[in-house]
């Protein structure tokens, strides 16, 4: 069975960092052939892509991968306040999509 687990999440002041991890298992063909991208949820918002492309985290978040392990990671700098949400790994490549059950990121003094 497929699987995507996330981790790293937690409680972060601002300014502060974090290293979310993505382990995938179970999943149909190799790891290398997905795109790998991290979306978030905000209470009250819908999900939004934050990498690769989002404006919002430019030059703050950089997003990462190791084939050989099966994982993916989002390194978090300089994060703010609007940064927290729970954050979802996602794997796609042709019709195959699999999502992980979220991380929660809290940034607060």
């Known amino acids: 069975q497929a699987q995507l687990v996330e981790s790293g999440g937690g409680l972060v002041q601002p300014g502060g960092s974090l290293r979310l991890s993505c382990a995938a298992s179970?999943?149909?063909?190799?790891?290398?052939?997905?795109?790998l991208r991290w979306y978030r949820q905000a209470p009250g918002k819908q999900r939004e892509l934050v990498a690769p492309?989002?404006?919002?985290?430019k030059g703050r978040f950089t997003i990462s991968r190791d084939n050989a392990k099966n994982t993916g990671y989002l390194q978090m700098n300089s994060l703010k306040p609007e940064d927290t949400a729970v954050y979802y790994c996602?794997?796609?490549?042709?019709?195959?999509?699999?999502w992980g059950q979220g991380t929660q990121v809290t940034v607060s003094s």
């Open positions: 996602n794997l796609k490549w042709a019709n195959n999509d699999y």
């Open positions: 179970g999943i149909r063909f190799s790891f290398r052939n997905y795109a």
């Open positions: 492309t989002a404006d919002s985290v």
